[in-house]
């Protein structure tokens, strides 16, 4: 009962569940039967020795050296086991716990930490910045890392028993796409089992993983996965982290290949939408006010049905060069920054999808310019893309597949940086509230969170987007001035107001929705047809 209510407790304390503690299970799965082989019982149990037990566990061990004086009452029992530890470890009885004390102290309780694991484990709880935890950063610090190992705990426990065995283990590596024996299986369970019952409960779970720190829990990228899945026709969100088990196996570009065909398929259903967004921005102004219902009206009247996906041709084919381009580069840039971590910090990730995205925006921004030229074009004007590639080439020159480059380029950084600090706080926000029994969000809160943050990306970029627009346009608009960057946002200012800097928004929000909804749906079944396994 002692270990359940402190569970609870720290179940209920603040704090994200994107870092540490996922453990030391999941790395060690990992490594399969190589955590067992070679390694006798004794030295196995060494690594949760009773001293830790004692210290650790709710039901009894050791006491700490200092307390209140009888006469008051006794601390909760978590403060208790809490103090009791940072007793042990603060060797040169400072008040503070530095990377020394945590290596000296940890190996008299058994324990075998790394110098980089040392560090990892004061910077994730030094809020104050000054190298070393007090007692009240070492128990936030703690408390964060009960609570993650309580979810990890809860996710591999398929059975909601209390406790994990052998095929709960082979069950959770098998959703993570790695299939190991039995046996393998029970070498790993003997690696934290202490009272040879051949299960895991969760007193030996926790002791076992006492301050080991891990960057990330492979539940949250695989249930998480954010800009792979959903598409709302812009390729400038920060790409998703791959788990090493997905790299490993090959998953990683069958989740690229599903993304691709998801957006495929969502693209071209609000077609119709982008292609009025397009005409919009460039078209409408106080003197021409477009609406909706008149938009597709006058581009029925124009062209018929057909006409409403003029452009799609161009815009679904620059998915695949566009994400493998930004794949690539994204792993690139990760080795440049010199991260040993499996998955980056949330402002690492931020500059190393940024400088990927820049990079692949770059690499087909020609196909960008095309696809407005496409969109815009009467019926007649061209036979094709190629034909409208050739026509941009012999009248404008080279230099006019790069029209409006440095406001996309621009825009890349409030999209990015806005979609993932708005998915990663709904996405904390859930875990923390929410996520007892696993990290899965479920269909319904994954869509309310990549469809919030997607809108809020494009709210924040869609002047600079629109901006872009025009002058991608500037060439097929007879007699229009060319202008620069600067200078079309002051016209723009000074002819239409700020209202003007958002023209088209309306018909883009509206295909939120659906290019979410569609590109979820077509990606879990593409995902299911090339045999990834099911979250």
């Not at 369970?189 to 202490?194: E, I, R």
């Not at 895991?200 to 996965?225: C, S």
Request: hydrophobic share 40%.
């Amino acid at each position: 009962m002692g270990a359940e209510r402190g569970g609870r407790r720290a179940n209920q304390r603040s704090g994200s569940v994107c870092g540490d503690a996922a453990g030391g299970l999941c790395r060690r799965l990992r490594r399969g039967a190589a955590l067992g082989a070679g390694m006798p019982g004794g030295a196995r149990r060494s690594l949760a020795s009773p001293v830790v037990s004692g210290v650790l566990c709710h039901c009894g061990g050791a006491a700490p050296s200092e307390g209140p004086p009888p006469s008051s009452p006794p601390p909760p029992e978590p403060e208790r086991r809490h103090r009791a530890l940072f007793l042990q470890l603060d060797v040169n009885r400072d008040g503070a716990l530095c990377v020394h004390d945590l290596a000296v102290g940890l190996q008299r309780l058994g324990l075998h930490r790394s110098e980089r694991d040392l560090r990892k484990i004061v910077k994730a709880g030094d809020k104050d910045l000054d190298g070393q935890l007090d007692f009240e950063e070492f128990v936030h610090y703690l408390q964060d890392h009960e609570k993650k190992l309580r979810l990890v705990f809860k996710s591999l426990d398929k059975k909601n028993d209390g406790c994990i065995d052998a095929q709960e283990i082979m069950q959770s590596l098998r959703d993570l796409g790695v299939k190991i024996s039995e046996q393998q299986a029970e070498k790993i369970l003997k690696s934290m089992d202490k009272n040879g019952t051949m299960t895991i409960d969760w007193n030996e779970w926790r002791d076992y993983h006492l301050l080991h720190p891990v960057e990330n829990i492979p539940e949250i990228i695989l249930y998480w996965k954010h800009s792979t899945i959903f598409d709302v026709g812009e390729n400038l969100t920060v790409p998703d982290e791959f788990t090493v088990e997905e790299r490993q196996t090959g998953m990683w570009w069958r989740h690229l290949v599903a993304g691709g065909g998801a957006g495929a398929v969502s693209r071209t259903c609000t077609a119709p939408l982008d292609r009025l967004k397009v005409l919009m921005q460039v078209h409408a102004s106080r003197s021409n006010n477009m609406c909706i219902v008149g938009g597709f009206t006058q581009m029925i009247r124009e062209g018929g049905p057909r006409s409403l996906w003029r452009g799609n041709g161009i815009n679904v084919l620059k998915i695949a060069p566009e994400s493998a381009i930004k794949f690539m580069a994204y792993e690139q840039i990760k080795r440049f920054i010199g991260t040993d971590q499996e998955v980056l910090r949330i402002h690492e990730r931020l500059v190393a999808g940024s400088l990927a995205g820049a990079i692949a925006q770059s690499s087909i921004y020609p196909m960008e310019v095309l696809k407005t030229r496409m969109a815009l074009r009467k019926t007649g004007q061209y036979q094709g893309m190629l034909d409208c590639a050739r026509n941009i080439l012999a009248k404008e020159g080279m230099a006019a597949f790069y029209k409006g480059y440095v406001p996309n380029m621009l825009g890349i950084i409030p999209y990015a940086g806005i979609d993932l600090a708005v998915y990663e706080t709904l996405k904390n926000s859930w875990l923390q509230r929410y996520a007892v029994n696993s990290a899965d969000p479920g269909v319904f809160v994954l869509l309310a969170c990549g469809t919030i943050s997607s809108t809020c990306g494009q709210l924040a970029s869609y002047p600079l987007a629109l901006v872009r627009t025009r002058m991608q346009a500037q060439a097929s608009i007879e007699g229009a001035p060319e202008v620069s960057m600067t200078g079309l946002f002051k016209h723009i200012l000074r002819t239409e107001g700020a209202f003007g800097l958002y023209r088209g928004l309306a018909p883009n929000f509206m295909k939120v929705i659906p290019a979410v909804s569609i590109s979820y749906v077509v990606y879990e079944n593409l995902k299911m047809t090339l045999g990834v396994q099911s979250r």
